[in-house]
């Protein structure tokens, strides 16, 4: 029986979200995890903002880490998930929206991130959300892949 959807609410993440944090990464993830480390740096730091959508009993259904930098009029998403069981429910689908409010409430102008080229998922996604091609970066992953650059703006 499949486990019932959570409502998609993205809430910003806390230090208490941790564990769950890597255990989402952990089923999502095969290559270029974010390891404790980073996780807990990026809670601390002003500039770096996770959402989250909790699941069952304190696992997380779904998660997105946001980047901004200094002198830049976008930000970054930098990492988008939603666990294996809970996919195709449009979880990402508010995750990306709201990530586009936290754009658009801290005043950048657009929401730029990075997508393997076999990544069919996401790239549909991100093109149903409004994103654009605005470069292709060489031998950004760790296989040797190109990378996709897309930006959405916001406004
Ligand atoms: C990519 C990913 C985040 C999508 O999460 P999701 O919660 O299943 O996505 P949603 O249910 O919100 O889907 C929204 C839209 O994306 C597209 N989409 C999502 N999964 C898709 C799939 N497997 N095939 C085709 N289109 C897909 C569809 O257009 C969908 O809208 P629709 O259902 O109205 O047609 C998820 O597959 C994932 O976590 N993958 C592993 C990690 C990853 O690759 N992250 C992205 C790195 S750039």
């Given amino acids: 029986m499949k486990t019932p959807a959570p409502a998609p609410r993205p809430r910003p993440a806390t ?6 944090l890597l255990a989402l990464e952990k089923l999502c993830f095969e290559f270029n995890r974010m390891g404790r480390r980073s996780f807990r740096r990026l809670l601390e730091r002003p500039s770096a903002h996770i959402l989250v959508i909790d699941g069952a009993d304190g696992t997380l259904a779904a998660s997105a880490v946001l980047l901004s930098r200094q002198g830049t009029r976008g930000m970054r998403l930098y990492s988008l998930a939603t666990h294996p069981d809970l996919r195709g429910r449009g979880l990402a689908k508010a995750m990306v929206a709201a990530a586009l409010e936290l754009v658009r409430a801290t005043g950048h ?27 292709v970066e060489e031998d950004y992953y760790a296989d040797g892949s190109h990378a996709f650059r897309l930006r959405r703006y916001v406004g």
């Fill in 15 to 20: 230090p208490a979200d941790l564990e769950a």
């Fill in 109 to 135: 102008q657009w929401l730029s991130l990075e997508v393997h080229p076999e990544n069919d998922a996401a790239r549909a996604l991100y093109e149903r959300l409004g994103f654009h091609q605005t470069s």
